[in-house]
């Protein structure tokens, strides 16, 4: 599977962005997607997850209420609806791709990677 992110920029607090990432290659309907952040001097972390079918999702606390995850998969494309932006949200954003078929925030338990966005978030 081959990820492409697009979507960031900069915004100001308060303001809203939507990241997009478009797999091709193996088959992309049966993965479990994630989101994750990395900002400078920080450990990568967990933003939001998807089930295969989309019946599941997941969040990070720190998101939860403002960012919503959501997947086309005649499009091959996930999503990240990211709402009241706030400047600790600044970060360069992954998305990945599990062929797991059970839900992880962890990065280690991710098989692919997109190439990252960055958000930026001024106050």
């Known amino acids: 599977v081959q990820l492409q992110a697009s979507g960031g920029g900069l915004v100001q607090a308060g303001g809203s962005l939507r990241l997009s990432c478009t797999a091709s290659?193996?088959?992309?309907?049966?993965?479990?997607m994630g989101w994750f952040r990395q900002a400078p001097g920080k450990e990568r972390e967990f933003v939001a997850a998807?089930?295969?079918?989309?019946?599941?999702?997941y969040y990070a606390g720190s998101v939860k209420g403002r960012f919503t995850i959501s997947r086309d998969n005649a499009k091959n494309t996930v999503y990240l609806q990211m709402n009241s932006l706030k400047p600790e949200d600044t970060a360069v954003y992954y998305c990945?791709?599990?062929?797991?078929?059970?839900?992880?925030?962890?990065?280690?338990?991710?098989?692919?990677w997109g190439q990252g966005t960055q958000v930026t978030v001024s106050s």
């Open positions: 290659g193996r088959t992309f309907s049966s993965s479990f």
């Open positions: 990945a791709a599990s062929i797991a078929t059970m839900y992880s925030p962890t990065p280690a338990d991710y098989n692919y």
């Open positions: 998807i089930s295969w079918s989309g019946g599941r999702r």
